[in-house]
T-cell receptor
Framework: EDKVVQSPLSLVVHEGDTVTLNCSYE??????LLWYKQEKKAPTFLFML????IEKKSGRLSSILDKKELFSILNITATQTGDSAVYLC??????????FGTGTRLTIIP | DVKVTQSSRYLVKRTGEKVFLECVQD?????MFWYRQDPGLGLRLIYF???????EKGDIPEGYSVSREKKERFSLILESASTNQTSMYLC??????????FGQGTRLTVV
């Protein structure tokens, strides 16, 4: 069974802090790794990573993939209360497989 | 002004019919999404697309397919409509981080 583990499971920080969320996996035959933010409704797509070592950045969020060490991180700087959500990573195998990570629940305290 | 336009507001189709729901956005967004919304179940992602001709299955893709031939247009297809596909369908587009802009919704009834 393909395994995608996110850590930490839950994280509570103060507004303004920087957080790093981790997504580790055990398989290598995937096309891309995707990050999502899920609030009360459906997940919102954040990043798609296909190449190792190339950072993707959007505002206060950034993400990078390390195919050698089999993990990806999602970084959020200067956190705001609106960043509170569940963050999910997912492997895309290019077929019907949907392999989501366990998720990290991030809570930002004002 | 940001605009996501869905082709129909209300639609009634018969069981077994092929149904096309069209969505057009004028913001040059790369990401487009199709959701369905049902009472008590919230918004559920059916499919999304992060580039032309690219598509990803969401949480409930069964019974649906999608087409993204041009950046501005994302179509949801019900190959053979069934009564359990009666729902409100919402299209959204997004530049990635700043949330999604939703269309006005299509209420589909399959009889």
């Amino acid at each position: 069974e393909d395994k995608v583990v996110q850590s930490p499971l839950s994280l509570v920080v103060h507004e303004g802090d920087t957080v790093t969320l981790n997504c580790s996996y055990e398989v290598t035959n995937f096309r891309s790794l995707l990050w999502y933010k899920q609030e009360k409704k459906a997940p919102t797509f954040l990043f798609m990573l296909t190449s190792s070592g190339i950072e993707k950045k959007s505002g206060r969020l950034s993400s990078i993939l390390d195919k050698k060490e089999l993990f990806s991180i999602l970084n959020i700087t200067a956190t705001q209360t609106g960043d509170s959500a569940v963050y999910l990573c997912r492997l895309n195998f290019g077929n019907e497989k949907l392999t989501f990570g366990t998720g990290t629940r991030l809570t930002i305290i004002p | 002004d940001v605009k996501v336009t869905q082709s129909s507001r209300y639609l009634v189709k018969r069981t077994g019919e092929k149904v096309f729901l069209e969505c057009v956005q004028d913001m040059d967004h790369e990401n487009m999404f199709w959701y369905r919304q049902d009472p008590g179940l919230g918004l559920r992602l059916i499919y999304f697309s992060y580039d032309v001709k690219m598509k990803e299955k969401g949480d409930i893709p069964e019974g649906y397919s999608v087409s993204r031939e041009k950046k501005e247009r994302f179509s949801l297809i019900l190959e053979s409509a069934s009564t359990n596909q009666t729902s409100m369908y919402l299209c959204a587009s997004s530049p990635g981080i700043r949330g999604a802009f939703f269309g006005q919704g299509t209420r589909l009834t399959v009889v």
